[in-house]
Structure formats: structure tokens, C-alpha cells
């Protein structure tokens, strides 16, 4: 088993920054991939960007690059995920996730924490 929680979530205006944090505890040793996505009301939960925990590779969506940035602390089995620039569309709840290989679909992510709502005013 493999519990996430996530942090840092809140309520920021256009242009500022927020940092999510997600920290993972249990049986992670075999889950390569930490993973973040979000959810809008009404839309699929869509993905963001992962980390590779052992090749330390990281993946974005096109919507967030070169404003968001995944990075981790394998000492404090967390993962970050620094978030500048944010615009209105970014507004979302911010799952993170595990998986053991990268996908950017949610199907193969089998550990999920509560999500933390991230609210970008205009």
C-alpha cells in the first residue's frame, strides 16, 4: 500500500505562483513514476507532469510548460510541483499520483491522494 497526501492548495490571482507538495509514504520502492493531474468541474481529469524517481526525467503537458516545474526530494519521498504564472484555466483540484511506468493517461495510476484545490482568480 501506498498512501499520498497532498498540500498546498489555495486561492491565488492571475500571474502568481503556488507550490503543491505530495508526500508519499508506504511501499513506494517499486513506484518509479510520482505523477500530478487535475480535475476542473465538468472536464476529465486531465495530466499535468510527472517525475521518473530513479532516471530523474521529468514529463509536462504542453498547457503547463515553461510555467510549472516537477521536482522531488527522494530523502523526504516528496514531490513538488512549482506553479508560476497561473492563469484561470489552471483553476482545478491537483491529484498526485504513483504509477511504476510513465503514462500520461490516469488508467494505469493505482495510488491517489485526496487532491488539494487550486483556484486562479482573474
Known amino acids: 500500500q501506498v498512501q499520498l497526501v497532498e498540500s498546498g492548495g489555495g486561492l491565488v490571482q492571475a500571474g502568481g505562483s503556488l507550490r503543491l507538495s505530495c508526500a508519499a509514504s508506504?511501499?513506494?520502492?517499486?513506484?518509479?513514476?510520482m505523477g500530478w493531474f487535475r480535475q476542473a468541474p465538468g472536464k476529465e481529469r486531465e495530466f499535468v507532469a510527472a517525475?521518473?524517481?530513479?532516471?530523474?526525467?521529468?514529463y509536462y503537458a504542453d498547457s503547463v510548460k515553461g510555467r510549472f516545474t516537477i521536482s522531488g526530494d527522494n530523502a523526504k519521498n516528496t514531490v513538488y510541483l512549482q506553479m508560476n504564472s497561473l492563469k484561470p484555466e489552471d483553476t482545478a483540484v491537483y491529484y498526485c499520483?504513483?504509477?511504476?511506468?510513465?503514462?500520461?493517461?490516469?488508467?494505469?495510476?493505482?495510488?491517489w491522494g485526496q487532491g488539494t484545490q487550486v483556484t486562479v482568480s482573474s
Open positions: 499520483a504513483t504509477t511504476a511506468r510513465f503514462s500520461d493517461n490516469p488508467g494505469p495510476y493505482d495510488y
Open positions: 508506504g511501499r513506494t520502492f517499486s513506484r518509479h513514476i
Open positions: 517525475i521518473n524517481w530513479s532516471a530523474y526525467r521529468t
